[in-house]
């Protein structure tokens, strides 16, 4: 047979270009070339010979190859010398040595330089094939898993420019707010001069719009620092009962407006808490914002604050809204989820309150739990250890 027969053709390479590898075979034997173009191709390779290791630079630099296999001694340019050469043309091609009994040595060697495995000659049909398979097996994964630490890292890479955006949009924000609620603050006092009842209505309308839009940067800023695990607990002395009238007076008018019955249960009785107060606040803030939020007009909000065993603080807020099955209560402390997420859904909101909640919950190392019924309500409880001073 001639040479050329070991060759494949243009119009051979587009048909079996769709094969599961492709395969460079080297020897100066023209039987041994033979033998293993007919035993590949009949695996389902993509198979192209070369008789010497000259020939085979020439193919590398034209095709692409998953797996050399070659000879190591052939006149001109040996295996080793093809191996060296090879793997700097194609870094991630898989190289396997035939050698007979007497060179075993030199198939070592090439190892060491970067051969992935050798066979000896004669060797047997199944020995090869099962080195060849195996080999391309490991490839396939290592293949895998560059792929997947590109991802990866294009993953890592994306997330780092949300959360530096988040950051830098959330605290670019917090400065135009302050301004916006100071003169509010100071038109509804009077210290402006007098306003007209409808100018007065149309500022309670825009102190409210400026608290949410506070509330919304607040969680910004306290989500993109527990995702840089920059979030820092400053544990200081506190009073809770100091901390609840300033958020339930922000609420005062949602409150009143949807007719909520809402009902403190505070036994702490004054009694001095060690946590971080700022952070514990904007907890609260997210957890009553949703009870109001997520309730029925008349409905009912129930905050029970009370100690457990073991110096436990418990913080339980409750409400008989639209609730949500239990199947979607895991979802809801990922940022921007919702339990409905539909574009049709009936209440708005960036689905961030809970994620922030269970956030600032466990850099105090305590722990957030939920169970909630559709159309019936839901119970939100916060458990923090070692918080309880006298």
Do not use: W
């Not at 000259?54 to 001109?76: C, N, Y």
């Not at 809770?240 to 922000?250: A, N, P, Y």
């Not at 574009?343 to 466990?362: D, F, P, Q």
Request: hydrophobic fraction near 40%; charged fraction near 30%; include cysteine.
């Amino acid at each position: 047979m001639k040479e050329e027969s070991f060759l494949v053709s243009y119009s051979e390479k587009e048909v079996v270009s769709t094969l599961q590898a492709s395969i460079l075979v080297v020897d100066d034997e023209n039987t041994i070339r033979e033998l293993l173009y007919r035993l590949l191709r009949s695996k389902g390779y993509h198979v192209v010979t070369a008789c010497d290791g000259e020939e085979a630079l020439k193919v590398l630099k034209r095709e692409q190859f998953d797996l050399l296999l070659s000879d190591i001694r052939m006149p001109g340019i040996n295996g080793i010398e093809l191996l060296e050469q090879a793997i700097v043309l194609a870094p991630h091609l898989l190289v396997i040595m035939m050698t007979g009994f007497g060179t075993i040595e030199l198939a070592v060697n090439a190892m060491k330089k970067g051969a992935y495995d050798f066979v000896t000659k004669p060797f047997m049909i199944d020995e090869i094939t099962m080195v060849i398979e195996r080999g391309l097996k490991e490839l396939k994964i290592k293949e895998e898993n560059i792929k997947l630490k590109e991802i990866n890292q294009r993953l890592i890479e994306a997330e780092k420019i949300k959360t530096d955006l988040i950051n830098t949009i959330s605290h670019e924000f917090k400065t135009p707010i302050t301004i916006i609620k100071g003169y509010i603050s100071m038109m509804l006092s009077g210290a402006m001069g007098g306003l007209k009842p409808t100018v007065i209505e149309g500022l309670k309308d825009i102190k409210q719009a400026s608290l949410k839009l506070e509330h919304l940067v607040t969680n910004l800023i306290t989500l993109s620092l527990k995702e840089k695990e920059r979030m820092v607990i400053d544990r200081k002395e506190c009073v809770i009962e100091d901390m609840l009238t300033k958020i339930i007076t922000e609420f005062r008018e949602e409150i009143e407006e949807k007719n909520i019955d809402f009902t403190e249960y505070n036994n702490l009785n004054r009694r001095t808490l060690f946590v971080d107060a700022a952070k514990l606040s904007i907890a609260l803030r997210n957890l009553i914002d949703n009870a109001i939020k997520f309730n029925n007009t008349g409905g009912k909000i129930t905050l029970t604050i009370d100690t457990q065993e073991d110096n436990l603080l418990s913080i339980k807020v409750c409400d008989t809204g639209i609730g949500f099955p239990m199947d979607k209560a895991e979802s809801l402390v990922v940022p921007f989820t919702q339990a409905d997420m539909s574009t049709t859904r009936t209440y708005g909101g960036t689905g961030l309150g809970l994620a922030v909640v269970k956030a600032i919950v466990e850099s105090h190392e305590g722990r957030l739990s939920i169970f909630s019924r559709e159309n019936v309500g839901s119970e939100f409880k916060i458990t923090i250890p070692g918080c309880i001073c006298r």
